[in-house]
């Protein structure tokens, strides 16, 4: 069997959850914020991260994809390590133009890996979950084709929400599509966004208070797996601990052993969201059957 290696990106999240495994590798992402550059999770982690922007309620982080170089540089010791394979999982292409950059260092690349571009069309943990679940099936030992075969099934069976505190840094960096007539610093609603299957940030519902918002991405959540017998929770925050714990208690109250993966949001993910997101999604593993 050929050698797999994985190559995740910051925006996945991994860092901040408890992942083993030699075949692993990290590409990252960096944020600005004034005249300061830093690498996504080595020089800022998120607690540092958003105590800095709940200081500065000005402050306006932009981020940046990893460099040629460095994607180029991570190849070059993937392949130096004995591995024939590489599969690069990334952001969404909706959100990000870190799959375009992944694609271009793939096709510049001089070596003899046989490397492959994934588009999760997700972004935090649930994009990380589907690096997980590739790392998982190199253990056991399915082939390139068959592990691309399964996350892309598994990246569609995603259902992904998330609330956000205020929409300034998503509307300001461009990142929530069809935001016209949204505009929940106006209105100082609590709105929910999802993820929809392009892989684009687009608004769901509108919510007055942040408790409302909060009950109302569970009731969906609810409602949705009453029809669904193997799931897979993913649950994100970005400095709203008391949030996230309040979500979680009660899909815990109706499913107490369900599989789950959580994590604070990555700075360059923060740094369009914003603080106080709660993010809350599931994957349908019933339709990962044959």
Known sequence: ???????????????????????????????MMNDDTFNDFVDITADEFYQAINEDKQLVPRSSMPSPGDIEDTLKTIEEAGYENAIIITISSALSGTYQTCLMA?????????????????????????????????????????????????????????????????????????????????????????????????PFEKV??????????????????????????TYDTSDNTKGYEYVKGIIEEHYPNHRYYAAPITPVIGAHTGAGTVGIAYFNLDKMKD
């Open 1 to 31: 069997m050929k050698k797999t290696a994985i190559v995740a990106v910051s925006t996945g999240c991994l860092d901040y959850v408890e992942v083993k495994s030699d075949n692993l590798f990290m590409i990252r992402c960096k944020i």
């Open 106 to 202: 793939k096709n510049a690349y001089q070596g003899n890996l046989n490397i492959h571009v994934f588009d999760t069309k997700n972004a935090a943990i649930s994009e990380g979950f589907i690096s997980i679940e590739a790392l998982r099936l190199i253990d056991e030992d399915k082939s390139v084709d068959e592990i691309l075969d399964y996350i892309k099934k598994l990246a569609l069976s995603r259902k992904q929400y998330f609330m956000v505190d205020n929409l300034r840094l998503l509307v300001k960096n461009g990142r929530l599509s069809g935001a016209s007539g949204f505009l929940g610093s106006v209105l100082k609603i609590k709105p929910i966004l999802e993820v929809n299957d392009e892989g684009k940030i687009v």
């Open 208 to 233: 007055r208070t942040q408790s409302k918002a909060l009950d109302r991405m569970v009731e969906h959540v609810l409602k949705d797996l009453k029809e669904i017998n193997n799931f897979v929770i």
